[in-house]
């Protein structure tokens, strides 16, 4: 598609349950980002892939995160066991490579109740 | 690491007038991008403005530009004849080998 699409919009879930976000990139993007971003509005870079591979994982808090990007499926990010901190809006972004911008998806709001 | 800094928490300007956002970032690499992005309250991230680094001309887009000053490692935003719409979270960024967020601006536009 033209635009990166990120699904579900809003996702609720009590403390301890599992999350999992969906993300489509740009068609031709080779690069996809996921980004958390809390109440105080900074960006937090999770992880990124090139196509399938992961490109940069600094960022994954690794013992309840995990992310995939599959051939011909959309990209997931997966919270194991949420808590009340992982409560945020989370950003998917495509790009062609890296260096050029990135583009945003709308978004999934994520509430750990 | 490359760091980008916005000094500026909130900002606030009077309809029409022209308003100046600050970013400055620090990295080693000599071939990159920078960019501003609009967040509005729909949370949307929306691109304003982006620079080459190999430019020297600074970009401009409408009523937005930038100061964009390399030996200084400087990226300021100015929009002119601000408008309502143009409230919103602003974010400079930086790509190079890394892709890199300030903490952002809050502009308020006063009518």
């Known amino acids: 598609g033209e635009e990166v699409a990120q699904t579900p919009k809003h996702l609720v879930r009590g403390e301890g349950q599992k999350a999992k976000l969906y993300c489509a990139p740009i068609?031709?993007?080779?690069?996809v980002f996921w980004y958390q971003q809390v109440l105080k509005n900074e960006f937090k870079f999770l992880i990124s892939f090139q196509n399938e591979n992961v490109f940069d994982e600094t960022g994954m808090p690794k013992e309840r995160f995990s992310a995939k990007c599959l051939p011909n499926s959309p990209c997931s990010l997966e919270i194991q066991a949420t808590k009340l901190e992982d409560s945020a809006v989370y950003f998917c972004?495509?790009?062609?490579?890296?260096?050029?911008?990135?583009?945003f998806g709308p978004g999934t709001r994520l509430t750990v109740l | 690491a490359q760091t980008v800094t916005q000094s500026q928490p909130e900002m606030s300007v009077q309809e029409a007038e022209t308003v100046t956002l600050s970013c400055t970032y620090d990295t080693s690499e000599s071939d990159y991008y920078l960019f501003w992005y609009k967040q509005p309250p729909s949370r949307q991230m929306i691109l304003v403005i982006r620079q080459e680094a190999y430019k020297q001309q600074n970009a401009t887009e409408n009523r937005f530009s930038v100061n964009f000053q390399k030996a200084a490692k400087s990226f300021s935003l100015k929009i002119s004849d601000s408008q309502l719409g143009d409230a919103a979270m602003y974010f400079c960024a930086y790509s190079g080998q890394n892709f890199v967020f300030g903490p952002g601006t809050r502009l308020s536009v006063l009518p």
């Open positions: 068609k031709g993007h080779s690069y």
């Open positions: 972004a495509s790009s062609q490579r890296t260096g050029p911008e990135q583009f």
